[in-house]
């Protein structure tokens, strides 16, 4: 049998690929050497939120004074918080697997050996399998890596797996890099009240966020007695002494690696078809197509946005090309990002920096979350939304608050569809709800405020 599509990967974006695969009626084939879902599902997202989601709850049970409830002999159990964690993982997992099975694609596990643009074998403990495609999408994502001075050595010096797998926590932690792991590890570490030092290279912290966010970070970071030197990395690791570039000399229970990744470009045979690289990374078209026309590669391994949901969107784009020769037509400015800090932190588009860099006309809304009633009624007490826009569109989205995952939707769908500020506020929004933070960064761009002094413009 020759397959429509074979894809490499069954990780978000490879999955999503198969499954919209199947929805067209096409034969798929999914190879996967691990467990279905990728690092997002076994090693990465969903454990991480599991940890956190547990995290947020003993740190609302600490506040519930505020609410008129008392609570003694609060305390937690990081063991059992590690085996809720696991049961969830293999929840999911069982149930990506059903619905991988419900939809009629062949799924094999083991190791995919490219043999030529039409065929590979997959090799197991037990057998070898060959099998003949059409078309091939490479969806094998990234893994972590180590750094110049800062070596992994999975015992003191640990990446994104370790971290997961361990079933107690140290009292104390340098987390080296501000991204999204490095971030919501300080939320974990800090929120179970362990000694925090983070160092970020780069001279603000979430360096590829808008500078207002990077600011907010640093202040909360503060709040949350979590040590944060921006600039700075390290400079020597002997045995536990941590020596920085600032002069600082540490001496923390584990350095977690939380920056530094590389694409799983090194599929066994591929070198044979030479494909065209971006550096480390598989160079594409618009289409999602490599230089080898019945070959595609998405998520992590492309380098163009690495973040599950763009695997996702691409896996669905490449898919719909092969099938109907129908333009990718991605705007990468229109995806989402989020970090589940504390509060979280949700961005889409241009951040305000790039703008002016580029010399693009904008008008700015900032509207500061405790202004509205829902946020104060559950005493959460920080944050703002940001919204950049011109007349006709919304150019870029920045929320640091409660639920800001969940809000960073209604702008891009917003966006997305190109609907103008001016629209968007004849929207009415159900009160109380932190979603008037939406409307009211809306009405800041075409009049005023409903919940601020008249003229009152937030610095931010």
């Not at 959460?380 to 011109?390: M, P, T, W």
Request: charged residues 25%; glycine residues 8%.
């Amino acid at each position: 049998m020759t397959y429509d599509i074979a894809i490499i990967g069954a990780g978000p974006g490879g999955y999503t690929a198969a499954i919209r695969a199947a929805q067209l009626g096409m034969a798929v084939i999914l190879v996967e050497k691990d467990q279905p879902g990728g690092v997002c599902l076994n090693r990465g997202c969903i454990p991480s939120k599991a940890i956190i989601t547990s995290v947020d709850r003993y740190t609302e049970a600490k506040r519930l004074h505020k609410f008129g409830i008392k609570m003694e002999n609060l305390s937690y159990d990081y063991g059992e918080i590690f085996q809720e964690k696991e049961k969830l993982v293999k929840k999911l997992v069982k149930s990506l697997s059903q619905v991988i099975k419900a939809n009629g694609i062949d799924y094999i596990k083991g190791e995919a050996c490219i043999e030529s643009k039409n065929s590979l074998k997959v090799i197991s403990e037990t057998s070898e399998q060959a099998v003949e495609f059409k078309n091939l999408i490479i969806a094998t994502g990234s893994r972590p890596c180590s750094l110049p001075n800062i070596k992994l050595d999975h015992k003191f010096v640990l990446d994104t797996d370790d971290v997961l797998s361990m079933e107690d926590l140290p009292e104390s932690a340098l987390i080296v890099g501000s991204g999204a792991s490095g971030i919501e590890w300080a939320r974990i570490f800090s929120g179970l009240e362990k000694q925090v030092t983070l160092v970020e290279i780069a001279p603000k912290l979430a360096p590829s966020l808008d500078n207002s966010i990077s600011e907010a970070i640093r202040r909360e970071f503060k709040k949350k007695k979590v040590e944060a030197y921006t600039a700075t990395s390290i400079e020597e690791i002997d045995a536990n002494r941590v020596l920085l570039s600032n002069g600082q000399e540490l001496t923390p229970d584990i350095v977690f690696l939380g920056a530094g990744r590389v694409p799983n470009t090194e599929i066994k045979g591929v070198e044979q078809l030479d494909p065209e690289m971006n550096g480390k990374f598989f160079k594409v078209d618009s289409n999602l197509r490599t230089s080898i026309d019945n070959i595609y590669a998405i998520g992590d391994v492309n380098g163009i946005l690495q973040v599950a949901h763009a695997a996702s969107h691409q896996g669905v784009r490449a898919v719909e090309h092969i099938k109907f020769a129908q333009q990718a037509d991605i705007d990468y400015t229109n995806i989402p990002f989020v970090i589940y800090g504390h509060p979280e932190i949700a961005s889409l588009g241009y951040a305000e920096d790039v703008l002016m860099e580029k010399g693009i006309p904008y008008k700015k809304s900032v509207f500061p979350m405790p202004a509205l009633g829902k946020t104060l009624v559950e005493r959460e007490n920080e944050g703002f939304i940001k919204v950049l826009a011109d007349e006709e569109n919304i150019l870029g989205v920045h929320i640091i608050s409660g639920n800001a995952s969940e809000l960073i939707h209604q702008l891009a769908i917003a966006k997305s569809a190109g609907i103008s500020p001016e629209i968007l506020s004849g929207t009415v929004f159900a009160h109380p709800t932190y979603s008037e933070a939406v409307y009211e960064g809306i009405l800041g761009l075409v009049g005023d405020f409903f919940h601020l002094p008249p003229g009152l413009k937030t610095r931010i």
